[in-house]
């Protein structure tokens, strides 16, 4: 069950302690895309979120989009909110973690994945080792993958509750 429980619990990406993640070390955020910056099924960028990420990019941080979903929709977001950007992110598989790691010359104690979902985001951040934080997705709506997963992530959650190690809306960092 650990393998699911993110190292910081957050409400959304605008109360993330940034300067703290800088303080550990972290140098590289990799940011999912659905439900974490943007809604799915929309091409909507906010003000707010624009601010944001100029303001991570001055605080240092090299930002990254690193989305599951395609390319079309990835670049969208990646222009609007000049970063660099992978798609097809395949998580939890670790291949493009490691690939960033590469490309960038980062290791795995200068990198944070910060994303909505136990079983892609958080699972696979924790699988290579990299600080993992989870944020409460933006909508209700999800992709049709992501229901069925959303499903089983309830019962992981409802496990780990159980088990006094989370709880939903309980938020640490
Ligand atoms: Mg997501």
Do not use: W
């Not at 993640?21 to 624009?50: E, M, W, Y």
């Not at 229901?147 to 089983?152: A, F, L, M, Q, V």
């Amino acid at each position: 069950m650990e393998k699911f429980l993110p190292d910081i619990y957050q409400k959304s990406i605008y109360t993330i302690d940034y300067s703290k993640l800088l303080n550990h070390g972290i140098k590289c955020l990799l940011f999912d895309l659905d439900n974490t910056i943007a809604p799915p099924n929309t091409r909507q960028v906010s003000q707010k979120t624009k601010d944001l990420f100029i303001s991570l990019k001055q605080k240092g941080f090299k930002v990254i989009i690193f989305s599951n979903s395609l390319k079309f929709r990835v670049k969208h977001y990646q222009k609007q909110l000049d970063v660099d950007a992978y798609s097809n992110a395949r998580k939890p598989f670790s291949g493009k973690f490691q690939k960033v790691m590469k490309d960038y010359g980062y290791n795995i104690t200068e990198l944070a994945i910060i994303g909505d979902q136990l079983l892609t985001d958080i699972k696979g951040g924790n699988k290579i080792g990299i600080t993992t934080i989870l944020v409460n997705p933006i909508s209700k709506k999800d992709h049709i993958y992501a229901k069925i997963t959303r499903k089983i992530e309830n019962r992981i959650m409802n496990k780990m509750h159980e088990n006094n190690i989370f709880s939903k809306g309980k938020y640490y960092d």
